[in-house]
């Protein structure tokens, strides 16, 4: 019988795609999103995609009586836990309800783990851990730094609290920068604000939406100045995930840590170059000052999870640029989709 995994923040960026993943790999997923940051109409793409429907509860994660009350977690096998405050930018703002909300959903979801026994657990953290790393490319061993805004503090909690937990089995996953969309063009990043990363943006320019991109600081000690970055294609972050529960599954004691990169390090301004020669479109930028909280330059090294989950990323920045801009074109079609 397939096995039920929650996935919370399923209908977001990378949980939408892992949702789909998880389907194709016959698991059964479970959501529970309260859309602060994503679509309802995601969930009838990722079920068109899936042919498939897929039960969705609208609950905040950090709501424990709900959770607990509306779920029947003696039926789930496992959690993937996305759902996140998540941009860098606004954590400087609003630190607090960046800590509550991370942190307290995260804390909640463990302790229904130990009631119920539930040993597969995977939590999405982020690079942002290494801080700004002095040596390069960063393995799992690379020490942790302070992490250089509040999101990223709360992502090395997280991790910390999920160490410290009684679960048998986890998996975290260290994300780098994960861009592109589903190949169908049915679904990929949509923020309910204004986007924060560099791919949506520089779509965003492409489509018309903005005159320019401001490109933030040109001045790094790096090939071009602008700083440099691990950029992954979101259906191979996905397919991680995958990995990670099949493992756990496998195994009896299973406490690890990976990074999930494509282990090159390409700079803000080869991305643009990348993007305008694969889909053949011209983008208008500037530079402007650095951005707080970014960090100089940062790749990964994915030996690890080469070995031991046996995953490695499929898709090439290539294909990751021009399954962005599919999806930028796409996008505008959202709310018009008849199941
Ligand atoms: N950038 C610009 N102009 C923009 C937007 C971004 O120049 O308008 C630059 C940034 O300065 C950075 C690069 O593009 O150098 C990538 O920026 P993103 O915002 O796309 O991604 P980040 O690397 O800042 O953030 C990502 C994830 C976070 C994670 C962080 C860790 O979005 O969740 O990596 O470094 F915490």
Redesign the pocket.
């Known amino acids: 019988m397939s096995k039920n995994i929650i996935v919370t923040g399923g209908a977001g960026y990378i949980g939408s795609h892992t949702v789909v993943k998880l389907v194709e790999s016959g698991f059964n997923p479970i959501i529970i999103d309260n859309f602060s940051n994503s679509s309802p109409e995601i969930i009838s793409r990722i079920e068109l995609i899936c042919k498939k429907k897929i039960k969705t509860y609208n609950l905040n994660c950090s709501d424990q009586k709900k959770i607990s009350e509306n779920i029947n977690w003696n039926e789930i096998d496992g959690i993937i836990h996305f759902a996140a405050y998540?941009?860098?930018?606004e954590s400087f703002k609003k630190k607090e309800e960046y800590f509550l909300n991370n942190i307290e959903s995260t804390n909640i979801l463990l302790r229904i783990s130990e009631k119920y026994n539930i040993n597969n657990f995977v939590f999405s953290s982020?690079?942002?851990v290494?801080g700004n790393p002095t040596t390069l490319p960063v393995t799992e061993k690379t020490e942790l730094k302070k992490?250089?805004?509040p999101?990223?503090e709360t992502?090395k909690i997280c991790e910390e609290l999920i160490q410290c937990s009684a679960i048998k089995n986890f998996t975290i996953l260290r994300?780098?920068?994960?861009?592109g969309a589903h190949e169908s063009a049915l679904i990929g990043e949509h923020p309910s604000n204004i986007p924060?990363?560099?791919?949506?943006?520089?779509c965003e320019c492409a489509i018309g939406k903005r005159e320019k991109?401001?490109?933030?600081?040109n001045d790094y000690s790096t090939k071009d100045g602008?700083?440099?970055?691990d950029?992954i294609h979101v259906c191979d972050v996905a397919q991680a995930h995958v990995h990670a529960l099949q493992n756990m599954i496998k195994k009896t004691k299973t406490k690890q840590i990976f990074n999930i990169g494509l282990s090159k390090g390409f700079?803000?301004l080869e991305?643009i170059k990348l993007f305008e020669k694969n889909n053949n479109i011209k983008i208008d930028?500037e530079f402007?000052k650095?951005?707080e909280?970014?960090?100089e330059k940062?790749y990964a090294d994915c030996n690890l999870a080469k070995k031991e989950l046996n995953w490695a990323p499929e898709k090439t920045i290539r294909i990751a640029l021009i399954d962005a801009w599919n999806w930028e074109k796409e996008k505008k079609n959202l709310r018009q989709i008849i199941l």
């Open positions: 998540k941009s860098v930018s982020s690079c942002t290494y992490p250089s805004s999101y990223g992502k994300y780098f920068n994960p861009i924060n990363n560099l791919v949506p943006l520089i991109l401001t490109i933030y600081g602008t700083c440099i970055r950029y700079s803000v991305l930028y402007g650095r951005r909280g970014d960090v940062i």
